[in-house]
């Protein structure tokens, strides 16, 4: 079964550091454009940060020198590094991407999206 699953969330105080990361498991040939969005309680979900199978980022303008966005090819996981947390970044975070998987002898490009881990960021 192909599947991105995230972990790494948790409750850290405010100025902390998290690192989230997102992997992708079944019958994986590659994991293409990636990346991470986050939802908050009572709204809509946003976009975090991107990467693309070249390794070029972008990120939301709120999260801009405190979150990098990274990738590991050969084990088929893109990260999340989160510093200077503020409370306001308390949400489900999730991760999505197209991942080229073996289905029999044929390659497949579907989109994915992870189950979420929550970031809740205390004052």
């Known amino acids: 079964q192909v599947q991105l699953v995230e972990s790494g969330g948790g409750l850290v105080q405010a100025g902390g550091s998290l690192r989230l990361s997102c992997a992708a498991s079944?019958?994986?040939?590659?994991?293409?454009?990636m990346s991470w969005h986050r939802q908050a309680p009572g709204k809509q979900r946003e976009l975090v940060a991107t990467?693309?199978?070249?390794?070029?980022?972008t990120y939301a303008d709120s999260v801009k020198g405190r979150f990098t966005i990274s990738r590991d090819n050969a084990k088929n996981t893109v990260y999340l590094q989160m510093n200077s947390l503020k409370p306001e970044d308390t949400a489900v975070y999730y991760c999505?991407?197209?991942?080229?998987?073996?289905?029999?002898?044929?390659?497949?490009?579907?989109?994915?999206w992870g189950q979420g881990t929550q970031v809740t960021v205390s004052s």
């Open positions: 999505n991407g197209d991942l080229t998987y073996w289905r029999g002898q044929y390659q497949r490009t579907d989109g994915y």
């Open positions: 079944g019958w994986i040939f590659r994991i293409n454009d």
């Open positions: 990467i693309s199978r070249g390794g070029s980022t």
